[in-house]
C-alpha cells in the first residue's frame, strides 16, 4: 500500500505528522513513494515562527519529504474554524496540484480545534483519496479504529531523528523518546511486529 504511491502528509502545525506518522513517511519514502508535507500553521503568534520553519524544514529532510507551505496560506493557530472555508479551498488547491493518492491527517476525533478542522475539511477536500488518521494520544478522545503500519527499527530511528530537530519543543513530554519508542512498541506487539504505528482508516479507495 505505501510502495511507489504519492502521498500528502497533513500537519496543522509543525511536528504534528512526524509526531503521529515519522516512521510511516520514513518506510514510505525508503519503499519508492513520494511524500509532501503540507503544514499550515507556523505559530506566528508564539514568537518562534521562524524556528519552528528551520526545524520543520530539519525534519523533513531527515524523512525524506518534500515540503509544502507558504506564508501566504498560514493560519493562525487555534483558529482554524474561523477560516473554515480557507482551509477547505487550500487543501482542494493542493489536491489539483499534488494529485495525491493517500493523504495522512489527523484523526477525526481530536481534541485540539485546529485538528479537527484539518481532519474534516480533508474528508471534503480529497474525495477519491485514501485518507488514514494518525494517531496521537495526548489529543485522541478514543483508541483508533487501528490500521497497524509495520516498521524496521531503521523507520522509528528516522522518526525520533525527526523529532530532534524540533528542539524548541523538546520540553513537550510528548517528545520523550522513550515515549515515542514504547507507543510503537505496544502497535508493535498488536501488529505481531517489533514497531508500528496506528492509523485510523477514514477512507481506503483502491
Same mark, same amino acid.
Given at each position: 500500500?505505501?510502495?511507489?504511491?504519492?502521498?500528502?502528509?497533513?500537519?496543522?502545525?509543525?511536528?504534528?505528522?512526524?509526531?503521529?506518522?515519522?516512521?510511516?513517511?520514513?518506510?514510505?519514502?525508503?519503499?519508492?513513494?513520494?511524500?509532501?508535507?503540507?503544514?499550515?500553521?507556523?505559530?506566528?503568534?508564539?514568537?518562534?515562527?521562524?524556528? #519552528?520553519? =528551520? /526545524?520543520?524544514?530539519?525534519?523533513?529532510?531527515? &524523512?525524506?519529504?518534500?515540503?509544502?507551505? $507558504?506564508? !501566504? @496560506?498560514?493560519?493562525?493557530?487555534?483558529?482554524?474554524?474561523?477560516?473554515?472555508?480557507?482551509?477547505?479551498?487550500?487543501?482542494?488547491? #493542493?489536491? =489539483? /496540484?499534488?494529485?495525491?493518492?493517500?493523504?495522512? &491527517?489527523?484523526?477525526?476525533?481530536?481534541? $485540539?480545534? !485546529? @485538528?479537527?478542522?484539518?481532519?474534516?475539511?480533508?474528508?471534503?477536500?480529497?474525495?477519491?483519496?485514501?485518507?488514514?488518521?494518525?494517531?496521537?494520544?495526548?489529543?485522541?478522545?478514543?483508541?483508533?479504529?487501528?490500521?497497524?503500519?509495520?516498521?524496521?527499527?531503521?523507520?522509528?530511528?528516522?522518526?525520533?531523528?525527526?523529532?530532534?530537530?524540533?528542539?524548541?519543543?523538546?520540553?513537550?513530554?510528548?517528545?520523550?523518546?522513550?515515549?515515542?519508542?514504547?507507543?510503537?512498541?505496544?502497535?508493535?506487539?498488536?501488529?505481531?511486529?517489533?514497531?508500528?504505528?496506528?492509523?485510523?482508516?477514514?477512507?481506503?479507495?483502491?
Amino acid at each position: 500500500m505505501l510502495t511507489g504511491r504519492r502521498i500528502l502528509a497533513l500537519s496543522p502545525h509543525p511536528d504534528d505528522v512526524e509526531l503521529g506518522a515519522g516512521g510511516t513517511i520514513a518506510r514510505a519514502v525508503a519503499d519508492g513513494s513520494t511524500v509532501w508535507c503540507a503544514t499550515l500553521s507556523f505559530c506566528d503568534e508564539s514568537g518562534d515562527a521562524d524556528v #519552528l520553519a =528551520r /526545524e520543520a524544514a530539519k525534519a523533513a529532510r531527515v &524523512l525524506g519529504m518534500k515540503l509544502r507551505f $507558504h506564508r !501566504d @496560506h498560514a493560519f493562525p493557530v487555534r483558529r482554524f474554524s474561523e477560516h473554515r472555508q480557507d482551509v477547505l479551498q487550500y487543501l482542494v488547491d #493542493l489536491g =489539483r /496540484e499534488l494529485d495525491p493518492e493517500i493523504v495522512l &491527517l489527523p484523526r477525526p476525533v481530536n481534541r $485540539h480545534q !485546529d @485538528h479537527e478542522v484539518v481532519a474534516c475539511e480533508a474528508r471534503r477536500a480529497f474525495p477519491k483519496c485514501t485518507l488514514l488518521g494518525y494517531e496521537q494520544p495526548w489529543n485522541d478522545e478514543v483508541e483508533p479504529h487501528r490500521m497497524l503500519v509495520r516498521l524496521e527499527e531503521g523507520h522509528v530511528m528516522a522518526k525520533l531523528k525527526a523529532l530532534e530537530a524540533y528542539q524548541s519543543q523538546g520540553c513537550r513530554h510528548y517528545f520523550s523518546p522513550a515515549a515515542v519508542v514504547a507507543l510503537c512498541r505496544v502497535r508493535g506487539v498488536q501488529a505481531r511486529s517489533r514497531f508500528a504505528e496506528a492509523f485510523e482508516p477514514v477512507r481506503i479507495t483502491v
